[in-house]
């Protein structure tokens, strides 16, 4: 991942996520990658996506799971979305 994505969500030192594409997936199956990544990470760990669309329906589903996320949004509309455990 670029510096400048490191800087945008706040990520320090060798604990930079490599980034999953997801873009060439039919839904639901990107929610559900998502969702069950999820499920296994622990308070440190990080889970990094690429998508073709900002997710909106997956928000309320994270919330739920205790997840917190942060998205970015990509030049050519595509948007990156780092998902994390909340505090």
């Known amino acids: 991942m670029s510096r ?7 990520l320090t030192g060798n604990n930079i996520p490599d980034i999953i594409d997801l873009c060439n997936l039919e839904a ?6 998502i969702l ?9 760990d990080m ?4 998508l073709p669309h900002i997710p909106f329906p997956l928000f309320p589903l ?3 799971r205790g997840l917190g996320w942060q998205i970015y949004e990509e030049e050519d ?5 780092l998902i994390r455990r909340q505090a």
Do not use: C, N, Q, T
């Not at 069950?36 to 440190?44: F, I, T």
């Not at 889970?47 to 690429?50: E, V």
């Not at 509309?77 to 979305?81: D, H, Q």
């Open 77 to 81: 509309g595509r948007v990156l979305i």
């Open 28 to 33: 639901p199956e990107p929610m559900e990658k």
């Open 62 to 64: 994270l919330e739920k």
């Open 36 to 44: 069950s990544a999820g499920a296994h990470l622990g308070a440190e």
């Open 4 to 10: 400048a994505l490191a800087d945008i969500f706040s």
């Open 47 to 50: 889970y990094l996506a690429r």
